[in-house]
């Protein structure tokens, strides 16, 4: 049994859901997450541990961009693939501006606190 056949099982037997993700396909590390760019080999070579999109900007690691990008993938599936081009980064970049807009009003709210809250004293409280 391969190592993906068993990978499988143990993910069904969890309940958890198993999807294999093409990655020839998607070319999770060289595209953006955020706008769909595609940079070819040339532009990111191996030792580039930081992703920074042409496009629209966007800066991510490296690993979490793709991390990023198969997440979607499995989500999405592949409609996400060939929804996502070179120029829609334009009209992406103003939906994260309206995004980050109400991100950092709801930044104004109050953060939710988890755990022991240490008081002035040095007690949890």
Not at 1 to 7: E, I, P, Q
Not at 19 to 43: L, N, Y
Not at 48 to 58: I, P, Q
Not at 92 to 120: A, E, N, Q, T
């Amino acid at each position: 049994m391969s190592f993906l056949k068993k990978l499988q099982c143990k993910a069904e037997e969890a309940g958890t859901k198993f999807e294999i993700v093409p990655t020839w396909q998607i070319k999770p590390p060289r595209r953006c997450s955020s706008c769909g760019f595609v940079k070819t080999r040339h532009d990111m070579p191996l030792s580039e541990r930081l992703y920074v999109c042409a496009a629209c900007g966007f800066v991510l690691e490296r690993d979490r961009n793709a991390c990023r990008n198969m997440m979607r993938w499995s989500f999405e599936g592949p409609r996400w693939a060939q929804t996502l081009s070179t120029g829609r980064g334009r009209a992406l970049k103003l939906h994260l501006k309206r995004r980050l807009r109400r991100l950092r009003w709801s930044s104004s709210l109050p953060p939710v606190v988890r755990g022991p809250v240490i008081g002035i004293g040095g007690e949890p409280t």
